[in-house]
């Protein structure tokens, strides 16, 4: 049972360069999210979708887009990157129904940024 | 809106001695509250939850948590720690119905050997 499984594990970008970070979940959950994780400043949520179709903002959702493409993926891209974006990417997914989040989330093992 | 407040970014004990992170949660109704841990160059792993049913909480690695209504509080305690527990930990809350989980902002626990 793979969970939740995030590629890349590392990478390094140029300014403006684009590229998507893929996550995929094999335990049927509804609801799928991106984190990003920075010194001092806990986990921030960037997009999450509650279910197959919707998407909807966190707190820091500028520079980013996402996809939900089926129930088992969910995609985040950076158009053009910029320094500020280095960061660790984790995404989680949650079982609840209807998109609640009441049991709790698993996460990947995330992705490790470097805009340059 | 719900949110939690860990009190201590950072928190330094023996090995041997007790581990207590404080956890402090803000809801208007029944909260849903959890644990994490990471520990270095990984991801966030479950600790334990606590879902309504008992107070007391076990988790994995002998850790355990309390919910105490009227504290509003969900500490996080082990007997004895090892080095092994050096880790960043999070406390997060949810309520019923909610579409995400609320994180606080982390403590890292050393252990001195």
């Known amino acids: 049972n793979a969970g939740v499984t995030q590629t890349p594990k590392f990478q390094v970008l140029k300014t403006g360069q684009s590229m998507t970070l893929q996550c995929a979940q094999d335990?049927?959950?509804?609801?799928m999210y991106w984190y990003r994780q920075d010194p001092g400043m806990g986990l921030r949520l960037i997009y999450y979708?509650?279910?197959?179709?919707?998407?909807d903002k966190g707190e820091v959702p500028n520079g980013y887009n996402v996809s939900r493409l089926n129930k088992r993926e969910f995609s985040l891209r950076l158009e053009s990157a910029a320094p500020s974006q280095t960061s660790v990417y984790f995404c989680?997914?949650?079982?609840?129904?209807?998109?609640?989040?009441?049991?709790?989330?698993?996460f990947g093992s995330g992705t490790r940024l470097t805009v340059v | 809106a719900q949110s939690v407040t860990q009190l201590g970014s950072h928190v330094s004990v023996s090995e041997g001695a007790l581990v207590l992170l404080r956890c402090n949660y803000s809801?208007?109704?029944?909260?849903?509250l959890f644990w994490y841990v990471q520990y270095p160059n990984q991801g966030l792993q479950l600790l334990l939850k606590?879902?309504?049913?008992?107070?007391l909480v076990k988790g994995i690695n002998g850790f355990e948590a309390e919910f105490k209504k009227s504290e509003t509080s969900f500490h996080l305690t082990k007997p004895s720690a090892h080095m092994s527990d050096a880790a960043e930990y999070f406390c997060a809350v949810s309520v019923q119905g909610a579409q995400k989980l609320v994180f606080g902002q982390g403590t890292r626990l050393t252990i001195n050997p």
């Open positions: 606590y879902t309504s049913a008992a107070t």
């Open positions: 979708s509650a279910s197959e179709g919707t998407t």
């Open positions: 809801s208007s109704v029944p909260p849903y």
């Open positions: 989680a997914s949650s079982e609840g129904g209807h998109g609640t989040a009441n049991y709790g989330y698993t």
């Open positions: 335990m049927n959950h509804n609801s």
